[in-house]
Structure formats: structure tokens, C-alpha cells
């Protein structure tokens, strides 16, 4: 079913005095893993000028101190706004998953630029809803050490109901890596209980990481028909000889949950 959240609605003056858009963020980054549905409303009071003012989003990949540049809401045509009035934008629910995929945050507002003239200001009042079909878990960071081609799994998480699991998104950050040590997300089920699992799976990344740098691994499917309960994990260890490998890694993953 997934849990629909309701911001507090936030006050905001803005201006412009071109063309181009100004950006006015009024929520906060918002963990954007199993983010489904959004919907808004932007009611504007005490106009001057001609505004055109538009809901936008911005997301981050891995951290937000590193976002991507700012992009409109597809399908929602800027609402040109001359005179105080009240919206919901868009209309009808807009379908968010497809533009979070590959993203950890999300943060919404709105641009605004003059449609006409050179000035226009006006008091935005910005309120968002959005259901979310997953949940973050807890944060897990370590340091591996890899002295062969012998695979390692460890759990990164504790087992939990694999009931309307679809798939998990991780978002991983590896650093300090030295040697020829590969790793993996992976993970493990059990049909009836805890106490007797099934192997690990393979690999699930599009590729395993074997150097510095930070990703998000958008949503990996996992496979659980028949299966009570699954656990997350990574699987490592060197991609050739035998010069031991370590790295420094810090995961923060997601659940995504079936609609």
C-alpha cells in the first residue's frame, strides 16, 4: 500500500526580473527510494507584475550537497500567474518513479521567471503530498579485506518479511580501495525460517565496484516467489592473484515495495 506523507505547507515570497528561472527549493531533501506518486498546490497571493511560476524537482543521486540540475515536472504546463489564485499542479497525480530511478534524494519548489515586462513578484504558499512504496534501512559501513578469488558474503541488514519486496536500491560509496578487490550487492531468502537460508544470490549490480567513487545502483529486482523472508548483503574478493585487497565502504539502502 505504501505510506502517503503530507507536507507542511510553506510560505515563500519570490521574485524575478527575467526570463530565466529562479529556483525557490520549500521542502526539504527528501529520501526519494520507492518514491511513487507527488502532488502539489501553489496558491499565490499579493501579485505584481506577470509571473510564470512552475512546480520543479530536484534530485541527488548519492548526496545532496551534489544534486543534479534542477528539472520542471514532465506534462505541466507552466501556470502563467497575473492575478492571486489557487492551484493544484498537476491535475491529476503526477507519476514520479520513472524520474526518481537512480536518485537517493528529492527536493521540490518552484521556478519562477517573467512571462512579461521586467519585473513580478508575488507570495507563493507551496504544499506537497507524495506516497512512498518503500523505506530506507539502516545506514552500514566497513572495512573489507580480500586475500583471494574466494567469494565472502556478509549481511548488511537483518532478515525481514520478503511479503511485497520488489526490489532493493543501494546506494554505496566505496573509498581507500586498494588491490584487486571487487564487491557486490547480493542477497540471500528463506522459504520457512531464518535458520535455514538459501545460498546468496549473484551478483546484483550492473557491474561489481573494484575502484574510488560513489553510485546509486537504482532499483535491483530480486526474485522471492516462495520465499517468507530475504536479506541484503555484499559478496567480495579479489579479482585475480593473491595480494591481499581492502576497501572502505559505506551503504545506504532501500526497499522497494510492489504497487
Partial sequence: ???????????????????????????????????????????????????????????????????????????????????????????????????????????????????????????????????????????WSGHLVATSTTTIFIPIAAWMPALNVKAFEATIVISDITGLCAVDLVYRTAAKSTEDPDAWSAGILTAALTANGETNSGERTVSLTGKMWVQPGLMYKLTSGTTPGQVDINVLLGVRQAA
Fill in 1 to 139: 500500500m505504501g505510506i502517503i506523507t503530507v507536507l507542511p505547507e510553506v510560505n515563500q515570497a519570490v521574485s524575478a526580473t527575467s526570463s530565466s528561472y529562479v529556483y525557490f527549493w520549500l521542502t526539504r531533501y527528501i529520501a526519494c527510494m520507492g518514491m511513487d506518486m507527488a502532488q502539489s498546490t501553489i496558491k499565490v497571493a499579493n501579485v505584481t507584475g506577470n509571473l510564470q511560476v512552475t512546480p520543479f524537482v530536484q534530485f541527488a543521486e548519492v548526496r545532496p550537497d551534489k544534486p543534479r540540475a534542477p528539472g520542471g515536472i514532465p506534462s505541466v504546463t507552466p501556470t502563467v500567474i497575473s492575478t492571486n489564485s489557487e492551484n493544484i499542479v498537476p491535475a491529476s497525480d503526477y507519476a514520479i518513479a520513472a524520474a526518481a530511478a537512480g536518485n537517493t534524494y528529492a527536493r521540490f519548489g518552484v521556478g519562477c521567471k517573467v512571462s512579461s515586462g521586467s519585473f513580478g513578484n508575488a507570495d507563493v504558499a507551496f504544499q506537497l503530498s507524495f506516497l512512498q512504496l518503500g523505506m530506507l534501512l539502516t545506514p
